[in-house]
């Protein structure tokens, strides 16, 4: 399928995404970021290639809509959908379609509710569709679970775990789950914003559980750091006896008093890496895998998933209107 795009974050993802866009044929037909060492050049050199792609970066946003109408845009800027939703409206008052890695929007209800209503009647209005996804949340810790419970007659539990080496990821996540932090300025600079480490645990839980027809009782999540015994060293870091090495975190929804799902993510220095998802009930399964890149995930998904948000029906979307295969809780 033939696409207009448009890239709104020209970051790390970003860039990904702009590669594999045109990996599948799509046209980049524009690109907004604000930092200035990006603003004004050609995309093509924004991002490592070897030609120019004729389209020049620029930071203001009304003007890249211009030229010519995108049919969707990519939109990789921010894990909050309360910063997020100028960029997301912008968007849409343009009757252009948005698929977008914001954590939080794909599972918008649960700490946006209002929003969440807002974009939904904003985008049917304007005839277009909205999806937040990407790898984590969107796919590992709660859709392919969801997926996974398709054969099973009853479903008494589900645990996902996903675990990563924070030493071989870029910069900006080493900096985000806070490598080399003595632990006190960690949880500090976590409870103030300035250090997000990982977002959606609950969004993970609340989108596995709306595609399985669960109604939970309560949902908590809690992250926290993982101190290192022995030094160690990464290729931006240096990591002392004591200080934060990487981050363990999960979600937990309930049905009752009892857990029903249960996410972890593990984000280590020299951890082994892996997805784990077991189901208890009837049958009892665990499948485990040798890890997924998520840089590289996150901008597949968002890449493979462009086509179907552009023929979806207008409004706000999570993951389980697109996917419609899983155990059903009675």
Known sequence: MSLRTLIYGVGPIGALIAKY?????????????????????????????????????????????????PDIVFHATTSWLDKALPQLVLAIKNRVNVISTCETLSYPYYRYPHI????????????????GTGINPGFLLDTLPAILTLPHIRVDKITAIRS????????????????GLEPNTFMEKLSRGELTA???????????????????????????PVIAEEEARTEYFEIK?????GIKGYGIGYIGGKEFIRIEFHAIVGANEYEEIRIEGEPSIT??????????????????????????????????????????HA
Not at 167 to 175: P, T, W
Not at 207 to 223: C, G, I
Not at 241 to 245: A, S
């Open 116 to 131: 969440a209503e807002l974009l939904d009647n904003y985008a049917k209005s304007h005839g277009v569709t909205v999806l």
């Open 287 to 328: 499948w485990r895998s040798t890890g997924t890149q998520g840089d590289m995930g996150t901008a597949a998904v968002i890449v493979n998933l462009a086509p179907r948000v552009v023929e979806e029906e207008p409004g706000l979307k999570t993951m389980a209107d697109l996917v419609k295969a899983s155990y059903i």
């Open 21 to 69: 866009a045109l990996k599948k044929g799509y046209e980049i037909v524009g690109a907004i970021d604000i930092d200035p060492n990006k603003v004004g050049k050609d995309l093509g050199d924004v991002i490592g290639l070897e030609e120019k792609l004729g389209v020049i970066v620029t930071s203001k946003p009304e003007e890249a809509f211009k030229p010519r109408r």
């Open 164 to 179: 990563i080496d924070a030493g071989k990821r870029r910069k900006s996540f080493q900096k985000k789950i806070g490598l």
């Open 241 to 245: 006896q004591g200080t934060v090495k």
């Open 198 to 224: 990982h977002v959606g645990y609950a969004e993970s839980v609340l989108l596995m559980a709306s595609m399985l027809n669960v109604e939970l009782t309560k949902v908590e999540e809690k992250q926290e």
